[in-house]
């Protein structure tokens, strides 16, 4: 697997984790974490896992 694949992975589990134990006050934080938590499990999906 490659470093950044794995670096992904653990920051979408660490981001769901935080979010899960300490849910934000602020709407507008929950809304860049989810758009966050996307895009990395975007990169996730269709990052190649040959390298």
């Known amino acids: 697997m490659p470093l950044h ?8 589990v660490v981001i769901c984790y935080w979010m899960i134990r300490y849910p934000p006050s602020n709407p ?11 895009a990395l ?8 896992f040959g390298e």
């Open 41 to 48: 499990v975007t990169i996730l999906v269709t990052a190649p």
């Open 5 to 12: 694949t794995a670096a992904s992975a653990t920051l979408v």
């Open 28 to 38: 507008g934080l929950f809304y860049v974490l989810g758009t966050a938590l996307t």
